[in-house]
Each structure stands twice: as structure tokens, then as C-alpha cells.
T-cell receptor, first 115, second 109 residues
Framework: ETGVTQTPRHLVMGMTNKKSLKCEQHLGHNAMYWYKQSAKKPLELMFVYNFKEQTENNSVPSRFSPECPNSSHLFLHLHTLQPEDSALYLC??????????????FGPGTRLTVL | GQNIDQPTEMTATEGAIVQINCTYQTSGFNGLFWYQQHAGEAPTFLSYNVLDGLEEKGRFSSFLSRSKGYSYLLLKELQMKDSASYLCAVMDSNYQLIWGAGTKLIIKP
């Protein structure tokens, strides 16, 4: 148990559906991250929030929309996804982005399948 | 471009020692991290190196040579529960983590 929870753990959706992924951290951290993990590929950073402000958007398609209402919660809203978006979506948190010793702690991920 | 290289898969025997290598080319360097990820689970933090040398933490040790752009993770007295993927990541000059694809370690009895 790392102090970062994600729901749902598994999600199957059609290309026309709208769904949201939720992440919550109980570590008192100020930075939160969304990553995409595909088989045999490096983790891909999608979005970063530091003190509720979005600091990174790594050329992510607009069909992915993040929301960070406070430092403890992070959402990823999904709409009109493509089958190639099927992957494990990991949320992470850290004390504060911008420090070398800043260690990221991960949630268990949401396994997303797009039909 | 930025690049992290590590072997795709390694096999070792229970009770033995294994060394997982990681080489990197990044824009700047603010530290190197190793994570362990069991299948279907979250990556969990193992170690952080920012200075050259060896950091020991129980059965696990991590080494860094910044001049060579090289690190390794050393696992001693291997146990079956060590079967997992091991991820190497470097924090670049923008304080972003650049990740390797991971090394899947298979432990055989």
C-alpha cells in the first residue's frame, strides 16, 4: 500500500463512451502525475500538476482531459478513445516537482481496454 | 534525444546474485531512480543515486557512474518474490523522469 489509490482498477469502454479515472493520494504531497504504460514500452508521462497547477502536457491528444481540484485528487476524463489507447494508466504523487530528490509514489493503475 | 537502455529480460537462480544494468543519455542529470514492479501492481521505489558510488540497502544495492552514464542494480540472495520488472529512470534538467522500458527478471528455483 503506497498511499495512492486509483479507481476503477479495470475499465472496458467503447470508442464513443465517456468515462473518468480517479486518483487519490493520502501522503500530503503537492505534485500529481498521469502516466501511460504500454507493454514493453517506457512509461510515458502525460500530465503533471504541481500545487494544483498543470505544469506539463506532453503532447497528449485532447481526448484525454485532466482535472486536479485539489492536491489530493486527480482525474483523467476520457472521451472518443481509440483502440491504441488501451494500456495501464498509472497515477503518481510526489512531495513537490522540481527537486532532484523528489520521489514519485505510484498507485496500482487502471487497466483500460478500448473496444 | 533522451534515451535509457536496459536489458529486456534476465533469468537467475534462487539464492544467486544478479546485476541489472542501465545506461542513459539525457539532457542534464538530477538523479537516477530504480523501481520494482510486480505484474499487475504499482511500481515501488527501490533506490535513488545522485553521486557516484554504491548505495546499499539490505539485499539490494545500486551503483552510479555519472561520467559513464551508467548504473546497475545488484540483487543478492535472490528470492522467488524478486521476480518482477525493474525500471530505471533518470531525472533530467527539467526535473522530469525519463524511463527505461524495464527489465523483466525471472527467478528459477
Amino acid at each position: 500500500e503506497t498511499g495512492v489509490t486509483q479507481t476503477p482498477r479495470h475499465l472496458v469502454m467503447g470508442m464513443t463512451n465517456k468515462k473518468s479515472l480517479k486518483c487519490e493520494q493520502h501522503l500530503g504531497h503537492n505534485a500529481m502525475y498521469w502516466y501511460k504504460q504500454s507493454a514493453k514500452k517506457p512509461l510515458e508521462l502525460m500530465f503533471v500538476y504541481n500545487f494544483k497547477e498543470q505544469t506539463e502536457n506532453n503532447s497528449v491528444p485532447s481526448r484525454f482531459s485532466p482535472e486536479c481540484p485539489n492536491s489530493s485528487h486527480l482525474f483523467l476524463h476520457l472521451h472518443t478513445l481509440q483502440p491504441e489507447d488501451s494500456a495501464l494508466y498509472l497515477c503518481a504523487s510526489s512531495q513537490e516537482q522540481g527537486r532532484g530528490t523528489d520521489t514519485q509514489y505510484f498507485g496500482p493503475g487502471t487497466r483500460l481496454t478500448v473496444l | 534525444g533522451q534515451n535509457i537502455d536496459q536489458p529486456t529480460e534476465m533469468t537467475a537462480t534462487e539464492g544467486a546474485i544478479v546485476q541489472i544494468n542501465c545506461t542513459y543519455q539525457t539532457s542534464g542529470f538530477n538523479g537516477l531512480f530504480w523501481y520494482q514492479q510486480h505484474a499487475g501492481e504499482a511500481p515501488t521505489f527501490l533506490s535513488y543515486n545522485v553521486l557516484d558510488g554504491l548505495e546499499e540497502k539490505g539485499r539490494f544495492s545500486s551503483f552510479l557512474s555519472r561520467s559513464k552514464g551508467y548504473s546497475y542494480l545488484l540483487l543478492k540472495e535472490l528470492q522467488m518474490k524478486d521476480s518482477a520488472s525493474y525500471l530505471c529512470a533518470v531525472m533530467d534538467s527539467n526535473y522530469q523522469l525519463i524511463w527505461g522500458a524495464g527489465t523483466k527478471l525471472i527467478i528459477k528455483p
